[in-house]
């Protein structure tokens, strides 16, 4: 048995061939050609969708004894093969008579998405797959038995076995039947709390089949193995172990794999891989009723979770003149702009009548998040009048550390007679906030 530089099985001198059969791979690590003139096509998500053989001769041109296109549903599921045959570059003659063919050779028939049939060019022939998924009857590791019969079908779990190479095709490798292992190694890295975790020895081999336990566990895609129908799902650690293909669900899955989440320190949650991740930072705009028409905007940057005076985790951004203001003051001092971590300029956590406006989420390192935040309130003037009426205002601050923030505003500004320009209004006209549209330089 011979590799290249992937660790791709290139040569294999067992499985009743004379010699040893040769393989040559694509980029991607699957089968591109066999010994004996035998080529395929793959697109992406490895399904198989060429197959051809090739016979040289000379003086004479190569010829294409096999051309076989596989056509799969949207699903995943094969659905047949067509032959196809005639001179490929000549589709019609002089008279329109047809070189190119296509003719259905096998079809397969499905029920509750399992394999109940096949159709073999002239006939159906409807059976039923065992606890594996496999097709007749075989030894532990996919030898047929009592003796082997024809290939080009399914059979062991599924799995499609080539009549040319003697493998099965598993989608994204090749099985060696009889050999428990696959030609190609596992493409999935260790990872902790899984099948594939270091502490399991048997996943150190990648090329095994099912962690060498072949009555237990199945394939059926070449990349995970999982429990069969009727094996025993107690020690599953992940929704693939109890797999989709059998409709098996992990009844004690330890925590953090399978739909039991992991405990994890407050403002952090399981990713469902069994890892504590940081929970997604929300921003809020909301507003208050001041005087009169009159509304004050402001705005809460929190990571999901935190409560108000959570140390770097919870931000009240707003501002206000720098001195009390009394009704038809015009002018109350300069603009201010405040950050809390409990309450607002206004103390708008504690008062029942604060309306959210939208909520957004925003993503990034809390670190570079808690900057962003200090750097948008550090970048407003604190030399510009305020005008409650005209703006600059509170509301004008909203809208200049959203703009700093890089936030875009779901809401549109529109002007009415007697109403300053770039007022927003929500709600109708009853509601209108002076200042917005305003950037604070």
Known sequence: ??????????????????????????????????????QYSYVPGNKRVWKGILQYSTPTPNTLTTDVITFWSVTGQKLGDYNMTGDPTIVYTTSYTL??????????????????????GSTVTYAGSDRLGSFGKYYPWGQEKPSATGNNTEKFTGYFRDAETGLDYAQNRYHQPGMGRFMTPDPYTAKTGGATSPTVPASWNRYAYVLGDPENLVDPTGNYSCAAAGADCSGCVSPEDCCDKFGLECPNPPPGRGGNPKACPPLTHDDGNGNCVPNPWILE???????????????????QGASPGTPD???VLDGGPSHLCSVGVAVCGDVQAWLSTTTGHLDELRDPSAIDFFDTTISGPDAAIQADVNLAVSLLSLNIAYNPILGPNS???????????????????????????????????????????QILP
Request: glycine share 16%; aromatic share 16%.
């Open 99 to 120: 070189k190119l063919t296509f003719a259905l050779a096998t079809a397969n028939y499905y029920f509750g998405g399992k394999q109940i049939g096949k159709f073999n």
């Open 285 to 303: 705009v909301g507003y208050l009723p001041v005087v009169g028409e009159y509304n004050h905007l402001y705005i809460e940057v929190f990571q």
């Open 313 to 315: 985790a919870f931000y």
């Open 395 to 437: 509301n004008s601050v909203v809208y200049t550390l959203l703009w700093e923030l890089g936030i875009g505003i779901p809401i549109t500004m529109t002007t009415q007679l007697g109403i300053p320009v770039g007022t927003m209004y929500f709600n109708g006209a009853s509601q209108y906030f002076t200042g917005w549209g």
């Open 1 to 38: 048995m011979t590799t290249q530089n992937n660790g791709n099985i290139t040569g294999v001198t067992t499985g009743g061939y004379c010699g040893t059969q040769i393989y040559s791979y694509d980029v991607s690590n699957r089968i591109a050609t066999a010994q004996g003139g035998v």
